[in-house]
């Protein structure tokens, strides 16, 4: 079973800071992955889609890379602002069933940021 | 821009009523998802639908749960008797295919409160 996993819980830095947060998935068999953005009381707004034949997207301040052979993503964002405080949660675009069908999005828990002025 | 409109934004209800949750996918999209939020157990997937028909339900409790399509471009969820332990925020979100090169839009959600 595809076990998504987001290291820190919770971040609090700086602004002015650059800053990396982690993901990590257990099957490797995944055809995507994709970062959301969540505000408190909020929705999911999507930040960045990396396609499992990519290493990495930018998008502005932020850039994803992806490793699917180590199972590892990363989400760093250069010279946070205090805008930036939100959770964010990265999710796996699967390609194989686990009592489903393909393109199943497997959700990690989240980090909490917090970016202080 | 496109969105995936979800209504009602909140809902609080009483125990043992029956709850609607409405979902408007991108025009176009042809895959929708339904997940629930709560701060234990994070997103989970409830229901899965590809071209209307229901692909993958196994996350949703099917005693009082139920997911429909009744045509492209709405997507329902229903929970009759709701319970306490159902207060959650329900996510609809929609995609074209398996989502491979775009990836998948969210709705806001319907915050649901069950008293």
């Known amino acids: 079973k595809q076990e998504v996993t987001q290291i820190p819980a919770a971040l609090s830095v700086p602004e002015g800071e650059n800053l990396v947060l982690n993901c990590s998935f257990t099957?490797?068999?995944?055809?995507?992955l994709q970062w959301f953005r969540q505000d408190p009381g909020k929705g999911l707004t999507s930040l960045l889609l990396?396609?499992?034949?990519?290493r990495e997207q930018t998008s502005g301040r932020l850039n994803a890379s992806l490793d699917k052979s180590s199972g590892r993503s990363t989400l760093y964002i250069a010279a946070s602002q205090p805008g930036d405080s939100a959770t964010y949660l990265c999710?796996?675009?699967?390609?194989?069933?686990?009592?489903?069908?393909?393109?199943?999005?497997?959700f990690g828990k989240g980090t909490k940021l917090s970016v202080k002025p | 821009d496109a969105r995936v409109t979800q209504t009602p934004r909140h809902k609080v209800t009483e125990m043992g009523q029956e709850v609607t949750m409405r979902c408007q996918p991108i025009?176009?999209?042809?895959?929708v998802f339904w997940y629930r939020q709560t701060m234990m157990q994070g997103l989970e997937l409830l229901a899965y639908?590809?071209?209307?028909?229901?692909?993958?339900d196994s996350g949703m409790p099917k005693d009082r749960f139920s997911a429909e399509m009744p045509d492209a471009t709405l997507a329902t969820l229903k929970i009759q008797p709701s319970e306490p332990r159902d207060s959650a925020v329900y996510f609809c979100?929609?995609?074209?295919?398996?989502?491979?090169?775009?990836?998948?839009?969210f709705g806001s959600g319907t915050r649901l409160t069950v008293v």
């Open positions: 979100a929609s995609g074209l295919g398996r989502g491979f090169n775009y990836g998948y839009t």
């Open positions: 990396i396609q499992s034949s990519q």
């Open positions: 099957d490797s068999a995944i055809y995507n």
């Open positions: 999710a796996v675009g699967q390609t194989m069933n686990y009592g489903g069908s393909q393109g199943n999005l497997i």
């Open positions: 639908f590809r071209n209307r028909a229901p692909l993958d």
């Open positions: 025009l176009g999209h042809n895959t």
